[in-house]
């Protein structure tokens, strides 16, 4: 079978949830034994979100090839259970970028170079990148922003030549749009998505399916009228009610029969229903917990959900996987001092300290550390996290008061984080930290090994500073054991205290690998310590 694509455009607004409707569309089609996978293309400029701060599309994911991408390719993971790469997320910036290339080596041999055909060809040969590999059945690319954004119009009619190029049964569009419910007339409302349809036509685009993000069920009135105006058939309008976890939409879709459409549409050869049962034992077991944690997230993004995305979902997998719900208190690492770190962690079972970047909040996460590992409270560091714990261990117990990263302070006496070797002779930001996939050996008797149950492990990284081994030795005889390095480098990626009930730091990101169906070790883990950390107290 040669590979098919579907293309999910947004109207309206934007966070209606675009990601997660590809997403679910996917499960549902892998579910009947069809190889999908998913890509999202976004309008901005940035060549990719890596210099974004967080506070703009939220974290950056990365991927084993070790990309800075959407963090919409996280919900792909966490959804289809394999890997995306490099090609998965294009950008504007990224399309300029190589027609510019392509100009200066002068390929286009002396035409003038336009947004149509150069930006478009190059958008469209992306867009069929995946699917040429012969490894997928679908292909769904999800285009990021709104349609009539200025910057989206290059995909829209990338997607519409598509769409007129294409054999009707290798293209699908699922516009995603919202019916907003005006509580003063008590009524919901068809209009804005009978504008973004409009809008989407306008440009030569027809939706084969509009799905509505809604707060109340469409009747099947509402459904006639949405189907007339935006020229489709009723069942082909489906309704996204807001679901209490994004794991449920799914679920939520094959009522809808959206795959059924869908397979229809494309005249896919696939299972005749979909294979389900390992989601919704998940399902089950988060929705019916049999036990309770607090969990302390101590960083600085505090504000914005979307910070610490894969951290927050993989806590979710992990308190799944326990059959317990795990309640997440995000403090703020700013607001965390000693005179009030009782007060704001004191009743926590657990506490991890976050990934980040410079010097706000940076005080605070090491008091968090600090009171972790006084009070034999489960600690989880990740990344920046990881640093702080051995910052905090070399202030208080190795006894060096101005011990610190040379991220914030270059000429601390007592650099025990210090800038990687190869990071020194960098002055490109975009692109160059130490990225993706790494390889790491685990100690035999540490607690790392114990819950990975394997000695090679390989996880992901996105850092440019590193454990500083010089003061390993000390470090070590004081209790602080490495128990994680990379086999080529000798880089230091995990630090334990083994006389602490449950404390490890790691230098790359568990996270990113953490999806419903392989919840992540470390994250299992840590929810059960912070479970009989609760029961101790209880006692
Ligand atoms: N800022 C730290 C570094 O670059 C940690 C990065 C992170 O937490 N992702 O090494």
Known sequence: MHTKYIFVTGGVTSSLGKGIISASTAKLLQARGLRVTIQKFDPYINVDPGTLNPYEHGECYVTEDGAETDLDLGHYERFLNVYTSRANNVTTGKIYESVIKKEREGVYLGKTVQVIPHITDEIKRRMML??????????????????????????VEAVRQMQWELPDEDCAVIHLTLIPFLSAAKELKTKPTQHSVRMLQQNGLQPDVIVCR??????????????LFCNIKPNEVIESIDAKSIYQVPLAMVEEKLDEIIIQKLQLKAAAEPDLREWTQFLDKLFNPKHEVHIALVGKYVELQDAYKSILESLIHGGAANEC???VHCVHSEHITPENVTEKLGGMNGILVAPGFGERGIEGKITAVQYAREQAIPFFGICLGMQMAVVEFARHVLGHPEAMTTEINRNTPCP???????????????????????KCMLDKHSLAHKIYARTEISERHRHRYEMNSDYLPALQQHGMVATGRNPETGLVEIVEIPAHPFFIGVQFHPELKSTVENPHPLFVSFVKAAMEQWLTVKK
Do not use: C, W
Request: avoid cysteine.
């Open 130 to 155: 995946l699917g040429k590999t012969g490894h997928y059945d679908v292909v769904i690319t999800e285009i990021g922003g709104t349609v009539g954004d200025i910057e989206s119009l290059p995909f």
């Open 214 to 227: 809604t707060e109340h069920h469409l009747s099947l009135e509402i459904r006639r009228k949405v189907a």
């Open 325 to 327: 719900k795990v309640n």
């Open 416 to 438: 025990v984080i210090d800038l990687m070797e190869d990071q020194k002779r960098l002055t490109i930001k975009g692109g160059t930290m130490r990225l993706g996939a790494y």
